[in-house]
């Protein structure tokens, strides 16, 4: 029995070192500078840029409808002495109504412009979260931080940033490589 306990012993050793380096799982925490992402992030810049076309493209309707309003205004200083007071009256109601319209519009834009920005942002988070996981995924990762800047990691090694890496890895999947 003897013979036969050593060699089962080896075997036994070779498989549980052969199993710890196979399912070894790396359990070094690493994080990614978020901001950095977003930043280098190429869907970032064309998402922005289509946003920003898209907001000065209503603030214009804004400011054009401002505009026409201000001059109905000027026109009506101007007009106001030959004026009857039923037309005095008439005028007033008429441009009060037109800015309160105004009012209006210019806060549904507002809020539209905000809504729009908030949609943007989260689809290049929500691309940078599913590339992450992916990532983490395929390179055994058990946990990736996310640093912001604003207190979540106030000190990391620089070799467990996985910034680089990873932005590398995004922009390639973005643009079909």
Do not use: C
Not at 15 to 29: E, G
Not at 31 to 50: E, F, H
Not at 56 to 65: E, G, I, P
Not at 148 to 175: P, Q
């Amino acid at each position: 029995m003897n013979k036969l306990a050593f060699p089962i012993a080896v075997t036994a050793l070779i498989i549980s070192l052969a199993s710890f380096f196979y399912f070894k799982t790396n359990t070094a925490q690493v994080y990614v500078d978020v901001n950095k992402l977003m930043d280098g992030y190429k869907r970032t810049a064309i998402v922005k840029k289509q946003f920003e076309i898209k907001a000065s493209t209503l603030k214009a309707n804004v400011d054009s409808l401002l505009t026409n309003w201000q001059k109905e205004l000027k026109d009506y200083e101007k007009e106001r002495a030959s004026m009857t007071e039923k037309e005095l009256k008439l005028k007033q109601e008429l441009l009060g109504n037109k800015q309160q319209q105004l009012n209006n519009y210019q806060q549904a834009i507002q809020k539209q412009i905000q809504q729009e920005d908030q949609k943007v942002t989260q689809t290049v988070i929500n691309d940078i979260n599913d590339y992450v996981k992916v990532y983490g995924k395929e390179n055994g990762h058990s946990i990736i931080f996310g640093a912001s800047g604003s207190g979540n990691i106030m000190y990391a090694n620089e070799a467990s940033d996985l910034t680089a890496e990873i932005l590398i890895g995004l922009n390639a999947e973005f643009e079909g490589k």
